[in-house]
């Protein structure tokens, strides 16, 4: 098992965060009002097919920080299988505060 420091999560949370918001940012861009986004879509966005589980939880949190007032979680599987978990965002998006994993 390879060890992650702090750092790097902190690292990696940053990548999902800025991808995250790039993406909201572009489909916002062409006018959409909502979008439905799985943790899976994101995931294979910034990491790939390859599933690390420290990463997808990484990458649900994330996405779940992401919500603002509105926006709502479509399905979130009782299996803790993160691929399935599904926010709908609503757009277009407001500024909020970055949460620290700390």
Known sequence: MIEQTIEDLEQQY?????????????VEKI???EIKMQTAHLYRRVVGEE???VKMLLCMRVMKDH????DE???EPDDFDGRYLKIRFLLPRKL???????
Do not use: N, Q, W
Request: net charge positive; proline share 3%.
């Open 73 to 75: 979680i479509v399905d």
């Open 51 to 53: 599933c690390d589980t």
């Open 14 to 26: 940053e990548t999902f965060e800025k991808e995250l918001s790039k993406y909201l940012g572009l």
């Open 67 to 70: 919500m603002l007032p509105g």
């Open 31 to 33: 006018g959409a009002k």
């Open 96 to 102: 909020h505060k970055k949460k620290k994993i700390r």
